[in-house]
């Protein structure tokens, strides 16, 4: 069997089994003028991972192996926002305003999408998702059944939000989870270095953490 090295001890790879969790590298939380900067966040730490999520996309993509993108987003007529989140933050644009990108984190809308580097292929699945989790009020659950998906490999952001509580989902599941560092991001690099802890601690309580490159290199 093929281990991938990774902490707190090796992540015991089903080559058969796994797929990838790309979670909302989308316009909205990447760039100037959307919700992530409506919030008062230096958007510019999340642009510099794209080129590790590219990489590691593209190892699951040579190795013929299942990619999944997530989008936080919401239905046009709100009906799946709760106003205690359209609230939250005080954000100088709520959920559903109309912005430089169009609708903030609204289905359809050009600032929703997934940033052009990253940008899903033909076949690849796409989950909307209205809340932080991807497995809440979305089919991800039935999709990985469907096909016998049993690990998953997580990157994306934000690492303490939407990527935390989807591997959290993901565990209580019975997935086995593992982080990609590099591929990973917070605008707050305190939260990305104690999320990584929480996970890994208590021997692996919450998934597995390895490198980019062990992780390709393990299922190529
Ligand atoms: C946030 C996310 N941070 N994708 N969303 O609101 O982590």
């Known amino acids: 069997m093929v281990e991938i090295k990774a902490e707190p001890f090796s992540f015991p790879l089903k080559r058969d089994a796994i797929a990838l969790v790309v979670i909302d590298m989308q316009r909205d939380f990447a760039?100037?003028?959307g919700f992530g900067a409506s919030l008062g966040n230096d958007v510019s730490r999340i642009t510099k991972i794209i080129p590790d999520v590219k990489?590691?996309?593209?190892?699951?993509?040579?190795?013929?192996?299942?990619?999944?993108?997530?989008?936080?987003c919401?239905?046009?007529d709100l009906s799946d926002l709760p106003p205690a989140k359209r609230n939250r933050g005080n954000p100088t644009l709520k959920i559903g305003d109309e912005g430089p990108m169009g609708r903030v984190l609204i289905?359809?809308?050009?600032?929703?999408?997934i940033l052009a580097e990253l940008a899903p292929v033909d076949g690849e699945i796409v989950i909307e998702k209205p809340g932080k989790g991807a497995f809440?009020?979305?089919?991800?659950?039935?999709i990985l059944r469907e096909r016998g998906i049993e690990q998953l490999v997580f990157s994306g952001v934000t690492t303490e939000v939407c990527v935390q509580t989807t591997m959290r989902e993901a565990n209580d599941r019975g997935?086995?989870?593992l982080l990609a560092e590099e591929a990973t991001e917070s605008y707050f690099p305190e939260f990305k270095t104690a999320a990584?802890?929480?996970?890994?601690?208590?021997?692996?309580?919450?998934?597995?953490?390895g490198s980019v490159d062990d992780i390709i290199e393990g299922i190529a």
């Open 196 to 209: 990584i802890s929480m996970i890994k601690a208590q021997g692996a309580i919450v998934g597995w953490v």
């Open 136 to 142: 809440y009020a979305t089919p991800l659950g039935d």
């Open 55 to 72: 990489r590691l996309i593209e190892g699951f993509r040579s190795a013929g192996l299942p990619v999944i993108h997530t989008m936080e």
């Open 74 to 76: 919401h239905r046009p």
């Open 175 to 177: 997935y086995e989870c």
């Open 31 to 33: 760039e100037p003028g």
């Open 107 to 113: 289905a359809g809308e050009p600032g929703t999408q």
